[in-house]
């Protein structure tokens, strides 16, 4: 596929004919992880369009399966039942139209009776001129909707906003459309934006009819945060209003903000009378610890649960992935359960989770622990006292918890020689109390004190043990963990596949909700 060319279903499935040997690469892999999602081959990045629609779960994600470097973006498309068991489909939206020709990047989905609506940004460069520099100039961002009533075949794409909708002051980057339902039954949409003076905000859009979108305001820091927020996200959870979203261009600060670009969380405060929300500034908090966790989505599920899905990857890092040798890059993180309390972010990882436990061993004195465990494991460890902690992951690669610094203490992820080219990670903790470690061939995800602080970081070396020693003590238990399993398209799929196969592009022009 050629970088500024469209990519019409066709090319896809042509490409897709003539691969199966890449394919058989990618998959000998040792580092593809066992319970993640990835490309099948490579690159993916952002979760996309989360949702859960007449009881399954969607996953849609940014995806170039022609080469591991991201150049042209489709939809890639994950669907589950339990978050065990997974079907893989072709992709769902290509860059096939003027409008979208050099992306579809990412958006969201709403679940609305027996359609699925979804949003993204067809992403345009223009090359007419010389001398555009694709960021004030140069560049198209266009808000388009899709519907689907299977979530797997998608109607003619509308475009219902452009770059001459969105207020002058923006600049060429505005994507990413969250869309919601709120209470008082509008739909409500927010763009991520980096305005002409470079400094990042979110757009607030409201509609009546999914079609119609009208300019509600925006959000943004009184003092600039970087100069673009991508993929803002907006939701109450626990009685907080919320908005998550990934600022770039933030400068380090202590031992916050290491990363090249955030995943940030911030309080919102919206005024009765104007509605107007305003962000809590001297609170906007880090989101993730590790080296590898950006653009996460959330959604609600049927449960009432809001989840969480995060790319395990950021853009533009100084480090890189070895997979690229093998053909694929990146993974998405598991899914989280957000609870808000206590003024923070919690992240749990989903209970489903749980049923990829096997051999379970109990160590009743922490300190000591010396455990033969591979590199796919879960690791629960409860500390009844804390000073002073080293816990190695795998070789190579550790945590290290030093208390004494005030009240608390400093917990640091080290991946040594491992992280290629990702070395050390701090958080600040008020006292070391929990961990509970995921462990995959490839990944670290630690959940701190309940999910208070998380990690979330690619990692490399095959060779595990797992040790704690210090002054602490405490319980741990160690379980291996199953793989994901992967099912072919149910029957439903297969006609979707079967009507594309007979020519017909599954649109539903003619269906009065589109
Ligand atoms: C975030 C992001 C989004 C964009 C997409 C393109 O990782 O840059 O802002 O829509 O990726 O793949």
Redesign the pocket.
């Known amino acids: 596929m050629k970088k500024y060319e469209k990519v019409f279903r066709e090319d896809y499935e042509r490409w897709h004919r003539e691969n199966e040997a890449y394919r058989e690469r990618v998959a000998a892999d040792p580092r593809r992880l066992a319970f993640h999602l990835m490309p099948e081959t490579g690159w993916l990045?952002?979760p996309n369009g989360l949702c859960q629609f007449h009881g399954e779960y969607h996953i849609y994600y940014?995806y170039t399966p022609f080469e591991p470097t991201?150049e042209l973006?489709l939809w890639g498309h994950y669907s589950t039942r339990d978050f065990l068991t997974y079907v893989r489909h072709e992709p769902v939206l290509f860059p096939d139209q003027d409008f979208d020709a050099h992306?579809v990047?990412?958006g969201s989905a709403l679940a609305e009776g027996d359609v699925l609506h979804c949003f993204y940004?067809g992403?345009v460069k223009y090359f007419d001129r010389p001398d555009y520099d694709y960021i004030m100039t140069g560049r198209g961002s266009n808000t388009v909707h899709v519907t689907s009533r299977d979530g797997e075949n998608f109607s003619e794409k509308k475009v219902v906003l452009t770059n001459a909708d969105y207020p002058e002051d923006m600049s060429g980057h505005v994507?990413?459309p969250k869309v919601f339902k709120g209470s008082d039954g509008a739909y409500h949409m927010v763009l991520?934006a980096r305005d002409k003076e470079s400094r990042g905000l979110v757009l607030f859009y409201e509609s009546a009819d999914l079609e119609h979108w009208v300019y509600r305001g925006r959000l943004s820091t009184k003092n600039p945060f970087g100069y673009m927020w991508?993929?803002p996200d907006v939701f109450c959870l626990d009685g907080q209003l919320l908005l998550v979203c990934?600022p770039q261009g933030v400068p380090r600060r202590g031992l916050d903000f290491w990363n090249v670009h955030q995943c940030t969380y911030m309080k919102l405060t919206a005024d009765r009378q104007t509605g107007a929300c305003s962000v809590d500034e001297a609170d906007i908090r880090m989101l993730d610890r590790g080296f590898d966790f950006?653009?996460p989505q959330t959604f609600l599920d049927e449960q009432g649960r809001r989840i969480l899905i995060g790319?395990m990857g950021i853009?533009d890092a100084d480090y890189g992935n070895p997979t690229v040798d093998a053909g694929w890059q990146h993974a998405l993180t598991i899914p989280r359960e957000l609870s808000f309390s206590k003024g923070r972010l919690i992240q749990k990882p989903l209970r489903e989770l749980g049923a990829l436990r096997s051999g379970c061993r109990i160590y009743e004195d922490l300190a000591g622990l010396c455990a033969e465990s591979g590199i796919v494991y879960e690791a629960e460890l409860t500390f009844t006292e804390c000073l002073r902690m080293e816990m190695k992951l795998r070789e190579g690669v550790s945590l290290r918890y030093e208390g004494g610094h005030g009240e608390g203490g400093i917990l640091t992820l080290d991946l040594g020689e491992k992280g290629a080219g990702r070395k050390e990670r701090p958080v600040r903790l008020d006292g070391l109390r929990g961990l509970q470690v995921f462990s995959d061939t490839s990944s670290l995800e630690i959940f701190v004190n309940g999910g208070e602080e998380v990690f979330t970081t690619r990692v490399y070396g095959q060779k595990g043990g797992m040790e704690v020693a210090g002054a602490c003590a405490g319980r741990a238990v160690v379980y291996d963990l199953k793989s994901f399993s992967y099912a072919e398209p149910d029957e439903k799929t297969g006609l979707g596949d079967a009507c594309r196969r007979n020519g017909s592009d599954g649109s539903e022009k003619n269906q009065k909700n589109t």
Do not use: F, I, M, V
């Open positions: 990045n952002d940014q991201g973006k992306g990047y990412s940004t992403n994507r990413d991520g991508e993929c990934c950006y653009a790319w853009p």
